[in-house]
Nanobody, 122 residues
Framework: QVHLVESGGGLVQPGGSLRLSCEASGSAFSIGAMGWYRQAPGKQRELVAMDFTGGSTNYVDSVKGRFIISRDNAKKTVYLQMNSLKPEDTAVYFC????????????????WGQGTQVTVSS
């Protein structure tokens, strides 16, 4: 099994910062793309940021310039540094990790973290 453990959420004032972490446990797999999604009440889940194995990253327009995604392959962990937080960033944040087995990078299988609440309010 692959288990993802998230941490770092909480309550912060507008303009503040938080760093989310998501660690994948296990040793029988390799990690491909790692990313973060969020879901606000009454809204669909949306992609926030994605970190690809080739070093490229992707962000939803609303967080560009404020959020930074990074990874530590040795720790099998993905991070989301969130700066200049806004009330509209309030949501449950989910990490998503794609894994593969053996040397071939395809197929890959997606796993989800349990979610961590981020609340931005004064």
């Amino acid at each position: 099994q692959v288990h993802l453990v998230e941490s770092g959420g909480g309550l912060v004032q507008p303009g503040g910062s938080l760093r989310l972490s998501c660690e994948a446990s296990g040793s029988a797999f390799s990690i491909g793309a790692m990313g973060w999604y969020r879901q606000a009440p009454g809204k669909q889940r949306e992609l926030v940021a994605m970190d690809f194995t080739g070093g490229s990253t992707n962000y939803v327009d609303s967080v560009k310039g404020r959020f930074i995604i990074s990874r530590d392959n040795a720790k099998k962990t993905v991070y989301l540094q969130m700066n200049s937080l806004k009330p509209e960033d309030t949501a449950v944040y989910f990490c998503n990790v794609k894994v593969y087995f053996g040397r071939d990078i395809r197929p890959q299988y997606a796993y989800w973290g349990q979610g961590t609440q981020v609340t931005v309010s004064s």
